[in-house]
């Protein structure tokens, strides 16, 4: 039914607007310290996923919660294809980005079951990450004309106005920026 290796599915409840699919995950436990780690209870999660047959899917996962014996911390049982910072499937990530630039939050915030804010959080750090992977270039140069005031030298709102030389900017344009290491793009 959701076609993600790694998960058994265990349980599918419907309701008119969504599927409820409660999977199990055959995981290793975490590494931590060398003294290892021990149980330490369960916690239920529900990561979105993309919607089948129209309706909403939440898939529900009871995390294997464990304790390290060497540090004290608490860890949890990895789940594949999750993002690791939102609580939804990595597919689901992308099919936001992908769709983000041209249909409004709102309306995927609807279609998939999410928060605007949630849609509109994972757009922001993708546009961010597109960003820095372009570089400012300059594409000519261009002389900008002092204004009048300042060449009367009295510029209102301006204490002791600096004599104006007119200006230099440039006009700027973006250059993908070279490909990193491609054994570290990740
Ligand atoms: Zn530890």
Known sequence: ???????????????????????????PAPPCCL????????KTVMFRDLPIHGKHVGIWVNR????CRGCGKTLYQGVPHMSP?????????R???????????????TELGLSEFAVRGIFRAYAK????????VTLY???????????????PGRNAPEPQQGGRAAVLGWNPRPAEDPAHDD
């Open 129 to 136: 990450q597109q960003l820095s992977e372009l570089e400012p």
């Open 35 to 42: 003294a290892g780690v021990v149980l330490n209870g369960t």
């Open 95 to 109: 099919y936001i980005e992908r769709n983000s630039l041209d249909r409004t939050f709102s309306a995927l915030a």
């Open 1 to 27: 039914m959701l076609n993600l290796n790694g998960f058994v599915v265990d349980q599918v409840a419907e309701t008119t607007t969504q599927y409820d699919v409660t999977v199990k995950v055959d995981s």
């Open 64 to 67: 294997q919660r464990y304790k």
């Open 141 to 155: 140069p261009v002389e900008i004309p002092r204004c009048r005031h300042e060449r009367q030298g009295a510029h």
């Open 85 to 93: 910072k939102h609580e939804m499937t990595e597919r689901m990530v």
